[in-house]
């Protein structure tokens, strides 16, 4: 007896998506039963597309007016309200990025159900498919051998009993017992059809899946990268890198409006299948299966009786007379006839494959295998799936917020960036706090370099080309520095303050030039007087 059935109860959202006016290019109501071959059902989901279309355009029309308004509106260049600026741009540059993590979170989450949902239903069709497959294999493999088999047997046996009239009549009996098992085999209902459709229809699920989540992958992944190189150029204050992503984050936000609209078609559609799924399966299976054996498959319970029963009975008490016949035979007439073994042995065995076939059959056959496949793939569909759906329209949304805010940002960021650019242009190139000033010069460092006191002694015939920078001011004797100019040829010294004057000695000199600054030291010391 089949157990109690196992209720499908449509989820919360089911039933909220299912009650979405269902509305034509006309504005005319249509009725939300799921029908995807019916043109005004398919005008209703287009529909539902082109809100989404007039979401974007509102958005595109909100963006363009607010980059009018800030491109042509005056900048106060005062210090505070620079520092408003920039502290404005940052925190854009914040949330954005915290919208942008918040979506792709959300959209992998959504992501992962929706495709657990989809192969959950490959899987549960992959197994009705097997049984169905396996039904008709086991009908085709016991009408073989009732028909071939059997009856080669029972024509050589016919040959041999031939004599005896009470044997012949019991293969008679045989013979008859195989054609009622015959004709209830070719009573059951042949599956090929059904087999063939839902093949198809778990390819197209399995290849439309896998790039659905393969595109959505590659989606989250832009949107991470389109926001890591805003924060890039923000930090970097490079326009070049700031142009690229306000042209990358217009092509997302489209992208995120396009699967909004694909998501919420998608899910109102689906939605509209599970709140009557048994409905459209019996529509769409009428003119292959009974009605009789769908319902039953479907509203597998106690009060649903099998209409495999009478088949299944007959072709077991078939079975069991034919058995009992042939054990007659075997007992009795194997004595006088030795040469029927051979057959009276092969119908046995024959016969007991079949009972084995039978209970395969009986198994098969059996509502709570394909009952529970069906609710298996209702699951799959009507709760992941849709449930996924929905995470993924969430995301859709929560990126065109977090691009439409860093579009916000990017001209003012870019005004910012002018705008400090002109108040260093303003600078002297000499200030060393300028920041151009400090850039040009790590980009071009000086070629000629001042030479210490041991350039200045090593190379004397190349000071000539050497120009002196600027004096600086120092309270020592000329005498000191003229006598430093005597020793190093005519040449000044360039230090702040003389070495002679301080009573020290150069750091170091060659030993050609001891004698001669030893007798400017002693000539120099002469000059003072020491008390005595």
């Given amino acids: 007896m089949p157990a109690a059935r196992v209720e499908y109860i449509a989820p919360w959202w089911v039933v909220w998506l299912h009650s979405v006016p269902h509305l034509g290019l006309r504005l005319q109501p249509v009725d939300s039963t799921f029908r995807p071959g019916d043109p005004s059902y398919q005008e209703s989901l287009l529909f539902l597309g082109l809100l989404a279309a007039v979401g974007l355009g509102l958005n595109l029309a909100f963006l363009a007016t607010y980059l009018v308004c800030t491109c042509c509106c005056q900048q106060d260049h005062g210090v505070q309200s620079k520092q408003r600026g920039s502290c404005c741009i940052t925190w854009m540059a914040v949330v954005a990025g915290l919208f942008c993590c918040a979506a792709v979170g959300v959209g992998f989450y959504g992501n992962s159900e929706t495709n657990d949902g989809m192969y959950q239903l490959i899987y549960s069709l992959d197994n009705a498919n097997h049984t169905f497959s396996g039904i008709d294999e086991l009908v085709s493999e016991n009408t073989h051998k009732m028909k071939e088999e059997l009856e080669q047997h029972l024509d050589r046996l016919s040959e041999i009993f031939a004599a005896r009239g009470d044997h012949i009549q019991t293969l008679k009996f045989v013979q008859q017992m195989a054609g009622n098992i015959i004709v209830q085999l070719s009573g059951l209902p042949v599956w090929t059809e059904v087999t063939t459709k839902l093949t198809e229809i778990s390819d197209q699920t399995s290849f439309v899946e896998h790039y659905r989540w393969l595109s959505y992958l590659l989606l989250f992944i832009l949107d991470l990268l389109i926001c890591l190189v805003t924060c890039l150029g923000l930090a970097k204050r490079s326009r070049c890198l700031l142009a690229s992503t306000l042209c990358c984050g217009v092509l997302t936000l489209l992208l995120s409006w396009a699967s909004l609209a694909a998501d919420t078609a998608a899910a109102v559609s689906t939605s509209d299948f599970c709140m009557a799924p048994d409905?459209?399966?019996?529509?769409?299976?009428?003119?292959?299966?009974?009605?009789?054996?769908?319902?039953?498959?479907?509203?597998?319970?106690?009060?649903?009786?099998?209409?495999?029963?009478?088949?299944?009975?007959?072709?077991?008490?078939?079975?069991?007379?034919?058995?009992?016949?042939?054990?007659?035979?075997?007992?009795?007439?194997?004595?006088?006839f030795p040469t029927a073994e051979m057959d009276l042995l092969g119908i046995q065995l024959l016969l007991n494959s079949s009972e084995t076939s039978l209970h395969q059959l009986m198994a098969m056959l059996d509502c709570r295998g394909l009952h529970k496949d069906y609710l298996d793939a209702l699951t799959g569909v009507c709760y992941d799936g849709i449930e996924g759906l929905l995470f993924l329209g969430l995301f859709s949304m929560l990126a065109a917020l977090a691009f439409s805010t860093l579009i916000c940002a990017g001209p003012r960021a870019w005004k910012h960036f002018a705008t400090r650019d002109r108040a260093y242009d303003d600078m002297d190139d000499d200030d060393p706090f300028n920041p151009q000033a400090r850039r040009i010069a790590a980009h071009n460092p000086p070629r000629g370099q001042l030479h210490s006191f041991c350039s200045y002694s090593s190379g004397l015939g190349s000071q000539s080309s050497l120009h002196p920078p600027a004096q600086t001011i120092s309270n020592a004797p000329v005498s000191e520095y003229m006598n430093q100019a005597m020793l190093f040829g005519g040449n000044p010294r360039y230090e702040n303050l003389p070495l002679i004057g301080r009573g020290s000695p150069p750091p170091t000199y060659s030993p050609s030039m001891r004698p001669t600054y030893m007798s400017v030291a002693d000539e120099h010391l002469r000059h003072y007087e020491f008390p005595s």
Avoid: K, W
């Fill in 279 to 336: 409905a459209f399966i019996l529509n769409a299976t009428q003119d292959q299966i009974s009605t009789e054996v769908i319902r039953y498959y479907l509203h597998c319970g106690q009060s649903v009786s099998s209409p495999f029963q009478q088949t299944l009975t007959i072709f077991q008490r078939s079975l069991s007379a034919m058995q009992i016949q042939i054990t007659g035979l075997l007992q009795f007439a194997l004595p006088l």
